[in-house]
């Protein structure tokens, strides 16, 4: 596996994390990566985190859950992680602040491409759900996380990148809230993220190419 963390943290500006997708990297491959220089790994699965977690203990690793974390696995994760980008629900926000051990930083899910295949709230429950989690004392709100549309329609991903920066713009308003994080960004949009003030990057393909 040949690495290209150079090549993209090129385009990075200071003040953003690129948290490195490592669905399919071994734990010897994120060794590897780690010693290029990116120490932020984001798990999709519970299991495969908490599993390269133990195998990766010895680095000093910030660990992102950034896939759909289900309530019934919420004990099994929760203490094990540095960050959540998946919040979209009570049920769910109740169960972290039950059996978290200290507040959590947590990124709440927005689905601004509407599509019924992603998870995250509609936009015009947000500001709502945000009340409803505000004072818990183990959920820290610091930012939203969307996926725009996977398409080649430019057009499209920057209207729901706007759409994303609108809708913190109006939770900070409205509820007189400071929030500066957005985790936007994936390895086919990037770049276009960034130019909608994404903080937090999650990227995969784009870090590396397999050996032939």
């Not at 972290?96 to 601004?112: A, D, G, M």
């Not at 985790?183 to 990037?190: E, F, P, R």
Request: charged share 25%.
């Amino acid at each position: 596996m040949i690495f290209y963390t150079d090549k993209v943290m090129k385009n990075v500006p200071e003040g953003v994390t690129v948290v490195a997708a490592t669905k399919y990297f071994t734990p010897e491959q994120m060794r590897e990566l780690y010693h290029t220089g990116i120490h932020h790994f984001g798990e999709n699965r519970v299991e495969l985190l908490l599993e390269k977690q133990e195998a990766l203990q010895d680095l000093d690793i910030t660990w992102h859950l950034i896939g759909t974390l289900q309530t019934k696995k919420t004990k099994k994760i929760i203490n094990s992680i540095d960050f959540l980008h998946s919040l979209d629900n009570l049920k769910l926000a109740e169960e972290i602040n039950k059996r978290r051990l200290s507040p959590l930083p947590c990124f709440v899910q927005v689905n601004i491409s509407n599509e019924e295949s992603k998870h995250g709230l509609n936009e015009t429950n947000v500001i709502d759900f945000i009340k409803s989690i505000i004072d818990f004392p183990n959920i820290q709100v610091v930012g939203l996380m969307g996926m725009a549309q996977f398409t080649q329609d430019q057009s499209i991903i920057e209207s729901e990148f706007k759409k994303i920066n609108n809708i913190k713009n109006n939770i900070n308003q409205e509820l007189h809230l400071n929030l500066n994080e957005l985790s936007i960004g994936m390895s086919n949009d990037y770049l276009q993220a960034l130019k909608h003030n994404a903080t937090y990057l999650r990227l995969g393909s784009v870090l590396f190419r397999r050996d032939e």
